[in-house]
């Protein structure tokens, strides 16, 4: 047991009941639509949740990633397959750095041309 208090508090049922009698209609109307997401479609159960562990982890949400990698587990995805999708996400998170890094110099070349060669990029 941590001797500190956990950064987020445990996932319990007390605190989906409250969430659901302080908003009820909300609730259950974004639980209709997680049951419709996740559902069998074009695209399996199981590549669904591989994709929503990848997505969690660009997102960081620790309850997300626990719940979507058990899921993912349930549904016959193997370890590997959960770290590649993994490896996928960090991937397009740091791809996304990489790409938006050209606002930062686009900022930079129009404040200091000279350092550009007089063009903007």
């Not at 199981?46 to 660009?58: D, E, N, P």
């Amino acid at each position: 047991m941590p001797d500190h208090d956990p950064l987020y508090p445990e996932a319990t049922r007390e605190i989906a009941e409250l969430r659901t009698r302080l908003a009820p209609g909300p609730a259950e109307a974004f639980r209709a639509f997680s049951r419709s997401v996740f559902a069998d479609g074009a695209i399996d159960v199981r590549t669904k949740q591989l994709i929503a562990v990848a997505v969690a982890h660009v997102t960081q949400c620790p309850y997300c990633i626990r719940g979507h990698t058990a899921s993912a587990l349930r549904h016959g995805a193997k370890p590997e397959e959960i770290m590649e999708a993994i490896w996928v996400a960090a991937e397009m998170r740091a791809g996304g750095s990489y790409a938006h890094s050209a606002l930062a110099l686009d900022t930079i070349a129009h404040a200091h041309p000279e350092k550009q060669g007089g063009t903007t990029v």
